[in-house]
């Protein structure tokens, strides 16, 4: 039974127009991103960039060749469109990608996140085999059909993004509305709608909508006759957050996954209307079978269990960032917070202040004042670049912190080195001092 769901072939129509879409959508964000200035701001001008740990490798890259590094991968972006070259454009995409995300996370977003997954994702998929320059130039590879998972492995991984957005979103300071209001005070001067935003009324319904939009909307996307409907309240929800939250490309990325809920012909009809429609339903096991299958379940079971890994950790996630990543934990909390670095000279005993401004733009400062695995990286920076100079210094760092306009509490052991403190990935850092700490 399992393998009449996963290998029966359907029509590709779905695949094939999603990755027409895709390579449009990563062209947009790749090209955007040098024009909007965002390269320039998160790649070119830092001294360095906040990695994510174990990936301060990736800083060779940095500076002035980013530009050439996003003119690249929107190249590629051009070519997986097309479809040609498609598998090689899309290794390249991905990779070119990941790299970019690890790389810094000052501009941290989960749909950046989600985007390397899909990239990754796309690299196994036969997207190439219709309406691409590879398929006119090798009709052997030619075919209206596919295999049913392709299409579900894209359900399955929007199921869990949503679902997992929906119950973070079930905690005090969303469910009285206090981080729609911090949210849209950002907003307020926004030309039309910056006074509409602070109404409360409508705070209200964007905080519960959200709640349900995310929780529901592959279920009803699923069921035939609320599929319309979802659609629909789909385009406006995704139209609202490009304009109020301009979070790029994600929102007509969400759109386009919705290809894969609706029937293969209807996308063929409206799409494809020239092209004969794949109706045989034959079952065809591939030599891969138990790969493929060992693969994906293997995948989604770390899809399944990573973003839960912050119950593992002692305290509250909103307050010390453990398990926050790589969890759909989306627009959840609005933090600020003043900080001072303070080294002290082990041998001398001689301290001195350090003045953010001569070693990270302003983007960097909010969250190195913010958030506890960047202050500990910016700590080591700091033990580095004092080493250089032959100085043996601590970091002590007296930092507090606002979560959701609430009175600023003490985020850091003032009392502690820093510098001196291992990372601990898989388990609670001590000298994060317990939210509850007046």
């Not at 920076?381 to 912190?401: H, M, P, S, T, W």
Request: glycine content about 6%; charged content about 20%.
């Amino acid at each position: 039974m399992l393998n009449n769901w996963l290998f029966k072939h359907i029509d590709n129509s779905q695949l094939v127009i999603f990755r027409i879409f895709f390579g449009l959508l990563c062209f947009l964000e790749s090209f955007g991103a040098i024009l909007t200035g965002w390269v320039k701001r998160g790649l070119v001008e830092p001294k360095f960039t906040f990695t994510f740990i174990g990936f301060e490798w990736l800083q060779i890259f940095q500076g002035e060749g980013m530009y050439l590094y996003y003119g690249i991968m929107a190249i590629f972006g051009l070519l997986i469109m097309v479809g040609f070259k498609y598998r090689i454009s899309m290794i390249s995409f991905a990779l070119l990608w990941a790299g970019s995300y690890l790389m810094q996370k000052s501009s941290y977003n989960n749909h950046y996140y989600l985007l390397m997954l899909i990239s990754a994702i796309m690299v196994f998929m036969p997207a190439h085999r219709d309406v691409s320059i590879d398929a006119k130039l090798n009709p052997t590879i030619k075919t209206n059909a596919m295999s049913s998972w392709c299409k579900w492995v894209f359900v399955i991984q929007l199921f869990i993004v949503y679902t997992y957005a929906s119950v973070a979103k079930l905690y005090p300071d969303w469910l009285d509305g206090t981080v729609m209001e911090v949210l849209m005070k950002g907003k307020r001067n926004y030309y039309l709608i910056g006074d509409l935003l602070q109404q409360q009324w409508l705070q209200n319904i964007l905080t519960w909508g959200g709640i349900f939009f995310d929780g529901l909307i592959v279920p009803l996307l699923l069921y035939r006759p609320t599929r319309k409907w979802a659609f629909i309240i789909s385009i406006g929800f995704h139209l609202f957050n490009s304009i109020v939250f301009q979070i790029g490309i994600f929102p007509y990325l969400a759109l386009a996954f919705y290809l894969f809920f609706f029937p293969p012909k209807t996308i063929r009809n409206i799409f494809l209307k020239t092209r004969d429609f794949y109706n045989e339903a034959e079952v065809k096991l591939p030599k891969f079978k138990e790969t493929c299958v060992v693969f994906f379940a293997i995948y989604f079971v770390i899809q399944i269990v990573l973003p839960l890994r912050h119950h593992a950790f002692k305290d509250d996630v909103l307050w010390t960032e453990e398990g926050h990543r790589l969890s759909w934990r989306m627009m959840l909390r609005a933090k600020y917070g003043s900080i001072t670095y303070t080294v002290e000279d082990k041998k001398t005993k001689e301290k001195r202040v350090i003045r953010l401004d001569d070693y990270l733009t302003k983007k960097q400062q909010k969250s190195a004042s913010t958030k506890p695995d960047v202050i500990w990286q910016f700590s080591q920076y700091l033990k580095k670049e004092f080493e250089r100079k032959g100085q043996d210094i601590a970091v002590y760092v007296n930092c507090r912190i606002s979560v959701n306009g609430k009175p600023l509490k003490r985020l850091i052991n003032p009392e502690a080195d820093i510098a001196s403190q291992p990372w601990t990935p898989l388990c609670h850092s001590d000298w994060i001092l317990p939210s509850k700490t007046e």
